[in-house]
């Protein structure tokens, strides 16, 4: 049995970081370092290691869909890995993001005022005002972290509704980061391939 190490803990830091949004929505940026880093790793080593041993997101899947296994463990359905269906919810992911930081930057050029809700699913609005008090930074700081962590809580919703219909890292399976990483990965062995 391979030993523990810190990074197999990183589950609680899930569990942490979606908990602080429910007191002080600023803490929101931190999640920038599950945005950055699984990228960083792929360009720079070339391979998924933050999938593999970092990704907090996809132990706590694996944590609470094996507790939930009486559920079924169902097998999702196949066009879930497609290729047409990862790339096009990347897509769709990438889109959503720019969208939330074009509304960032209109806060920031005082084209519109800043929105003290987040929205879940891309669809429903919930006001979560509590969590911010105005003025304590920039306006356009603060839309980013009702932004961003309705991006990260949707979907991390959309990963524990797969985790119960199906197996528990179905999720991972359509990751917008996973697919992402894993075309830095392949475009990286292709150019050291062209290279040699
Ligand atoms: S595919 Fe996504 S959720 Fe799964 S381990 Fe990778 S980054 Fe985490």
Not at 55 to 60: A, E, I, N, V
Not at 140 to 165: C, P, R
Not at 172 to 178: L, W
């Amino acid at each position: 049995m391979r030993s523990k190490h810190w990074y197999d803990y990183l589950w609680i830091w899930s569990i942490i970081y979606f908990s602080l949004g429910f007191f002080n929505i600023l803490f929101a940026w931190l999640g920038m370092i599950d945005f950055l880093l699984p990228i960083i790793i792929a360009v720079f080593r070339g391979n998924k290691w933050f999938c593999n041993n970092m990704c907090g997101r996809g132990q706590l899947l694996s944590k609470l869909g094996g507790a939930l296994k009486f559920l079924g463990n169902k097998q999702a359905p196949r066009w879930m890995a497609s290729k047409w269906f990862r790339y096009g919810f990347l897509g769709f992911f990438l889109t959503m993001f720019s969208n939330m930081v074009f509304q960032t930057y209109l806060v920031a050029a005082e084209a519109r005022s800043l929105t003290e809700a987040i929205k879940l699913f891309w669809t429903f609005k919930v006001p979560w005002g509590w969590t911010y008090t105005a003025g304590t930074v920039p306006d356009w700081i603060a839309q980013f972290s009702f932004g961003f962590y309705s991006l990260m809580l949707t979907s991390m919703l959309i990963g524990l509704i797969v985790m119960v219909l199906y197996k528990p890292r179905t999720w991972c399976t359509f990751c917008p980061m996973g697919t992402m990483t894993q075309s830095i990965c392949k475009l990286r062995s292709k150019s050291n391939q062209n290279n040699n």
